[in-house]
């Protein structure tokens, strides 16, 4: 069975500065997707970068970097350069095959 | 048109009220998922559907009852429910074959429920 560990419940930081959002992952499949999204309050689940069992380089979308390392199974989230509009639930989630499943969030306050 | 779309937002319902929550995808995707989302728990994966077909069913409780007429519509028929029900009902489409481990999910924007 997949799951999925976020192991920070809340997070702090300060506008333009960056911070890391972990997340790591079990799962017996091969082959699978790692994904971050972002819920802001209004409640629209929001896709933010994704990174493949197989890709050898971290993925990186903007301000979103996501640190992969497959041993350790963990893909942890980087956002460089926080803004105010970061603030919101972050989830992680893994996918194999049709099936995605989340972890419990991480709560980020972005403070001016 | 938005990708996914969800109606109503807001729904609040007596417990022995009958209604539906409706989704419809404009992306081309041919598997659709239901979420329920309550305060302070992870997402929980109620239904999954690939094609028309139901190829998951979490353990959830008969009174959610979905329905998939076409790969761009979803529904989730709601009947005798729960207090402890009251919760985000999100859906998501995605391109559904179990090669496509790469594809996200692309969610509407829920629709809260409040079981009085």
């Known amino acids: 069975a997949q799951k999925i560990t976020q192991t920070q419940p809340g997070m702090f930081v300060q506008e333009k500065e960056a911070v890391t959002l972990d997340c790591t992952y079990d799962t017996s499949d091969q082959s699978y997707g790692l994904f971050w999204y972002k819920q802001p309050s209004s409640g629209e689940m929001i896709f933010l970068i994704y990174q493949g069992s197989y890709d050898e380089q971290n993925a990186t979308e903007g301000r979103y970097s996501l640190n992969f390392q497959k041993a350790r199974k963990s893909a942890n989230l980087v956002i460089s350069a926080s803004q105010l509009g970061d603030s919101a639930m972050y989830f992680c989630?893994?996918?194999?095959?049709?099936?995605?499943?989340f972890g419990a969030g991480t709560r980020l306050t972005v403070k001016p | 048109e938005t990708g996914v779309t969800q109606t109503p937002r807001h729904l609040v319902m007596g417990m022995t009220n009958k209604k539906s929550l409706k989704c419809e995808q404009h992306l081309g995707h041919n598997a659709m998922y239901w979420y329920k989302q309550s305060a302070k728990k992870p997402l929980e994966l109620m239904f999954v559907y690939n094609f028309k077909e139901q190829t998951e069913n979490n353990s959830v409780p008969s009174r959610f009852s979905p329905e998939c007429p076409n790969s761009s519509h979803l529904f989730l028929h709601l009947h005798t429910l729960q207090p402890e029900d009251s919760a985000l009902y999100l859906c998501?489409?995605?391109?559904?074959?179990?090669?496509?481990?790469?594809?996200?999910?692309?969610f509407g924007n829920g629709t809260r429920l409040t079981v009085t």
């Open positions: 989630a893994m996918r194999v095959a049709r099936d995605m499943r």
């Open positions: 998501a489409s995605s391109q559904g074959r179990p090669s496509s481990y790469n594809s996200p999910l692309h």
